[in-house]
Nanobody, 119 residues
């Protein structure tokens, strides 16, 4: 099993920056993929960034060039640095981890952290 604890959300003005953190309860070396989704009020959850074990990251088109996913293996933590934030980035952000369990992968989710972009 994997427990994920997120932090770093908050209120920021348009154009500002935030960094979200997602700390895993096990070595992220052994996790197949980690990344971030977000869910805005009244909308479906959507992928923001997906980082595979090979450190390759895919980003959703709305955040390309503004958001950067990174990892600190020593801290078992992944980060989402969000720059040039826009009001439409307001959402609850969730990190996830795809953990190999036997022959299958099981997805675990963090508790979510609120990001609000407003002047």
């Amino acid at each position: 099993q994997v427990q994920l604890v997120e932090s770093g959300g908050g209120l920021v003005q348009p154009g500002g920056s935030l960094r979200l953190s997602c700390a895993a309860s096990k070595s992220i070396f052994s996790i197949n993929a980690m990344g971030w989704y977000r869910q805005a009020p009244g909308k479906q959850r959507e992928m923001v960034a997906n980082m595979t074990s090979g450190d390759s990251t895919n980003y959703a088109d709305p955040v390309k060039g503004r958001f950067t996913n990174s990892r600190d293996n020593a801290k078992n933590t992944v980060y989402l640095k969000m720059n040039s934030l826009k009001p439409e980035d307001k959402a609850v952000y969730y990190c996830y981890a795809d953990n190999a369990e036997g022959r299958l992968y099981r997805r675990y989710w963090g508790q979510g952290t609120q990001v609000t972009v407003s002047s």
